[in-house]
Each structure stands twice: as C-alpha cells, then as structure tokens.
C-alpha cells in the first residue's frame, strides 16, 4: 500500500544547494582575487588565507564547543565569509587584526543570531565596521599597487574617495581629479583600497556570471548602482564644482563590492522583487548621502547594515499575495 504523504510549503524541488550556491559566489570572485593579488601581491594573498582560514576555524569552534551543533564550516558559507571580509580590509594589515575580524564576523554577525540562515546583518560586513571602529588606523592605510613584495611595510596613500572627500575644503572637483587615477585605472583596478575597491570590471563579470548561473536577480545591485548614478548626477549637474560625477562614484570605494555581493545575501536581503528595489534604492540613497555630506569618505557598508535591519520589514509590509487569497476587485 502507497503511502499518501502531506508536508507544508513549499512544494518545490531544485537541485540547488547551500554548498552549490555558496561555492558559485566564490567562483565569480576569482577574477576579482586574482586582480588583487595581481596589484598588491603577497600582502593580499596573506590576508586572504589568514582570513578564510580564521573564518572556518572560528565557525567550526563555536559550533562544537559552544553550540554544540554538528559544524557545517564546510558548506562554503565561512569560507565565503572569509573571503567577502578579506575583500574588504587594506591588504597591509597585521594578521592578528584579520583573525580578530573574521571572529567578530563569525561569532557576532552569525553565530550569535544561530548560524546560516538566521543572521540578522551580513557577517562580513559586521566584521569589517568592527575593525574600522576598534582599529580606524589599520583600516585606512591603504597600500599603493605595485608593491608584490611588501606586506605590512608597504607605502602608503589615500583612496579616491579619501582624495575627494579631503580635498573638496580647499579645491574644486577638478582639481581634485587631477590627483585620482584615471577613469580606466579605477575601472581596471590600479588605485588604492581593499580588493573590494579595485577592480570594477571584474567584480561586474562576477555579477554577469552569478546572474547567468541564477545565484543572483538584477533587481539589488541594478538598483543601487542606478539609484548612485542618478542621485549623483542630479548633485554634480546642480553643482559640479562641489560635486563629482556619477562615474567616479560608480567606479570608487566598495560600491561594486557592495551592491553585487553584500547587499544581495540571501538571508539579509528582501525576498519579493518589489521589496528587492526599495531595499535597493534605500541603500544608493544612503550610500550617497554618507558619501556626500556624512564624515566618512565611504558609506555604503553602513548602508547595507542599516537596511539589513529594515528587511524584515520589507518582507512584512511588501510580498506576494499568498496562493488562493480571494482578490477583491473594484
């Protein structure tokens, strides 16, 4: 006799999987590693193993010891979460400091909400502002390309945004612009800042190859890229004295980074499509509003943060009518 089995929503198989999607993501942020290691050579190589390798230690420790749950530091969510956080720190800073920040990440922007799938804020990030408070030196010592050889002896500079946000008490946009690398240069990846911050174009041909393979919708990093690009093209046509263009915001600082991979989480992140784009466009907006008139040079981590606080909400008040609900008309 056949068993008649009833289980809850949602019906659907897919051969996807946590290990599948999280290894794709690191899949299409090769091209960007290997830019980065390319410009900053042996210093970005050590930080990002010291971190990868910190951020699975650190999840297995907490779940066997602490939570005492069966570990899944090998699914490819730590080693993503090591990576995502070694794109995002100068690649010049002592080690001691990215175990400290691949902790913070693990153990506070994960662990502490109970591991994948119910963390509040993306971990990465939450490790990345806890070093950029608790330690703002390291953080903002950005090493100039071209040294393969040096670690944390490396010389060091200002990143573009840095340059701008600087200079603009006593010049004006172009004369600023004559101290930035050139718009080919930032798109390509020679300037200073973490590997999140160099290559433009790799981090886009990620994003090309994670929408092709489904990982990703358009509707998160389309969205804020947009949302940068007008609301900084009405400020620079207002202004463009005080004001620089909307390509070099798209090109500089860890926008790309930020749109195309943190703010697309699948945890922190709206679930709807509509959700998406206001989720979207609240993070451009603030993004630019930090960027622009806030004391820090770059903003959009703090962006990201907030409206990862607000998902829940946008999941509440935005989705899909469920299936079956009577739809009034007139």
């Known amino acids: 006799m056949n068993k008649f089995i009833v289980s809850p929503s949602p019906h659907v198989y897919t051969n996807e999987s946590v290990p599948k999607l999280m290894y794709g993501v690191i899949v ?14 042996i210093g970005m190589i ?50 001691p400091l990215v175990m400290i920040g691949a902790l913070a990440a693990v153990g506070i922007g994960k662990m502490t909400f109970g591991g994948l799938g119910n963390n509040i804020f993306n971990p990465a990030l939450v490790g990345r502002v806890f070093l950029f408070i608790s330690f703002p030196v390291a953080m903002t010592a950005w090493p100039e390309p071209g040294q393969w050889m040096s670690y944390t002896d490396a010389v060091t500079g200002a990143t573009p945004l840095g340059l701008m946000k600087e200079g603009l008490a006593t010049k004006t946009v172009a004369e600023i612009m004559t101290d930035v690398p050139s718009f080919l240069h ?11 911050e160099v290559s433009a174009l790799a981090l886009l041909l990620g994003m090309l190859y994670m929408m092709y393979r489904k990982i990703i919708s358009w509707h998160i990093p389309i969205t804020i890229l947009a949302t940068v690009a007008i609301f900084t093209g009405i400020l620079w046509l207002a202004n463009p004295d005080r004001f620089a263009d909307p ?14 991979y943190m703010a697309t989480d699948y945890v922190t992140s709206p679930m709807s499509a509509r959700g998406m784009i206001i989720y979207g466009v609240g993070i451009g907006i603030v993004t630019v509003l930090i960027r622009v008139f806030g004391a820090y040079p770059e903003g959009v981590q703090f962006a990201i943060l907030i409206f990862n ?22």
């Open 309 to 330: 606080g607000f998902t829940p909400l946008i999941n509440k008040f935005v989705k899909p009518k469920r299936f079956g609900k009577e739809v009034k008309h007139g």
């Open 28 to 41: 299409s942020l090769l091209p960007a590693l290997a830019v980065s290691v390319w410009f900053f050579g």
């Open 46 to 95: 050590i930080v990002t193993a010291v971190s990868v390798a910190s951020a699975i230690l650190f999840e297995y420790l907490i779940q066997r010891y602490m939570l005492k749950v069966k570990p899944t530091h090998l699914d490819g969510s730590a080693l993503l979460t090591g990576l995502l956080l070694a794109f995002c720190l100068p690649s010049n800073i002592p080690f």
């Open 186 to 196: 930032l798109l390509m990846g020679k300037t200073m800042g973490s590997a999140g």
């Open 247 to 260: 390509l070099f915001h798209l090109l500089t600082g860890g926008l790309m980074l930020g749109a195309i």
